[in-house]
C-alpha cells in the first residue's frame, strides 16, 4: 500500500519513505508510527493506543513518544508551527490531519530490480563456477586423499600471469588494523 500526502509517498511493501522522489531515511519506529498515524487518520489516536500498539509490553514514557512524532514531523517536512500534517491534541493524542492518497500498486522498481536479479550470463557463469567447484572437491567426498598445501602470494601471482582479474585481488587495499 502506498501513501501520498502533500509530496510525500510513505510505501508499506518497500518500508520507505520518499519526499518529492528522494529516499527519507526513516528508523524503523517512526515508520511504523507514521503507517499506524495513517491508517488510524480518521481520528484521534490516544497516546496509550500509540504506547500499546509501537511498543507493546514496554514501560515508555511520553517523553519518549514526543520524540518519535517529532522526528516524524520533520520526516515528512511537518516542522512548522501549524501542524499541517501531524496534528497534536493535547492531553489526547495524534491525528494525522493531511489529505491522503492510497495507492495500492508500487511504481515498477526499475534500477533496483536489475540490481537483485542477476543476469541470464552471470546467472549462467555462476552456475558453471558451482559446477566446477563441486567437480574440484568430489575426490575428496569420496573417501580419497587431497593434499592442500599452503601457497605464497608469489606462487599464486605466477600461477595467476595468464588471467586478468586475480593479480588485481592480490594488489588489493592494504589497511593497519588493531584488535582489541
Not at 587431497?146 to 588471467?163: D, F, I, S
Request: aromatic share 6%.
Amino acid at each position: 500500500m502506498r501513501y501520498i500526502f502533500g509530496d510525500n509517498t510513505l510505501d508499506t511493501e518497500r518500508y520507505e519513505l520518499r519526499r518529492t522522489g528522494e529516499r527519507i531515511p526513516i528508523r524503523p519506529k517512526i515508520f511504523q508510527l507514521l503507517v499506524y498515524l495513517l491508517t488510524h487518520r480518521d481520528r484521534v489516536v490516544l497516546k496509550e493506543e500509540l504506547l500499546a500498539s509501537l511498543w507493546p509490553n514496554q514501560f515508555i514514557g511520553d517523553t519518549a513518544l514526543k520524540s518519535c512524532i517529532m522526528l516524524a514531523r520533520k520526516a515528512v517536512g511537518d516542522c512548522q508551527h501549524p501542524q499541517r500534517m501531524i496534528q497534536t491534541f493535547h492531553g489526547r493524542g495524534y491525528r494525522f490531519v493531511a489529505a491522503v492518497t492510497e495507492a495500492s500498486e508500487s511504481p515498477p522498481e526499475g534500477p533496483t530490480r536489475s540490481l537483485l536479479v542477476p543476469s541470464r550470463e552471470s546467472a549462467e557463469g555462476i552456475a558453471a563456477s558451482l559446477n566446477a567447484a563441486h567437480a574440484v572437491s568430489a575426490p575428496e567426498e569420496l573417501g580419497h586423499a587431497v593434499a592442500h598445501a599452503p601457497v605464497t602470494g608469489r606462487e599464486a601471482h605466477a600461477g595467476a600471469e595468464g588471467r586478468d582479474t586475480f593479480p588485481d585481488v592480490l594488489e588489493g587495499e592494504r589497511k593497519q588494523v588493531t584488535i582489541l
